[in-house]
């Protein structure tokens, strides 16, 4: 079992930044990718970001691309996600997801077998 666990949300205003950080731990014995998602409130999760397990390979979704930047830590336990020029519309819960000991970034959730609990980010406006 791997638990995941969020920090760094938070109430930004539009333009700013805001650095997401999520530490695995548990079984953590083999390379595995993971990702963040997010769900605004009336609206499906989504996929955000996703990276592999040595950090070489990375997808963004269309409408973060050039704002958000995810990156893996020495440990390769930790994923950040690194959220500039915030708009309103980023609202919303985030949460970090890890594949059981699968190297490939996919960007449907049900690919994921591990999630965190989520942490809110709200930017106004």
């Known amino acids: 079992q791997v638990q995941l666990a969020e920090s760094g949300g938070g109430l930004v205003q539009a333009g700013g930044s805001l650095r997401l950080s999520c530490a695995a731990s548990?079984?953590?014995?083999?390379?595995?990718?993971m990702a963040w998602f997010r769900q605004a409130p009336g609206k499906e999760r989504e996929f955000v970001s996703g990276i592999n397990w040595s950090g070489g390979v990375t997808f963004y979704a269309d409408s973060v691309k050039g704002r958000f930047t995810i990156s893996r830590g020495h440990a390769k336990n930790t994923v950040d996600l690194q959220m500039n020029s915030l708009k309103p519309e980023d609202t919303a819960v985030y949460y970090c997801?890890?594949?059981?000991?699968?190297?490939?970034?996919?960007?449907?959730?049900?690919?994921?077998?591990?999630w965190g609990q989520g942490t809110q980010v709200t930017v106004s406006s």
């Open positions: 548990g079984r953590t014995d083999s390379s595995y990718a």
């Open positions: 997801a890890a594949r059981s000991g699968v190297d490939l970034v996919r960007t449907s959730g049900s690919r994921y077998d591990y």
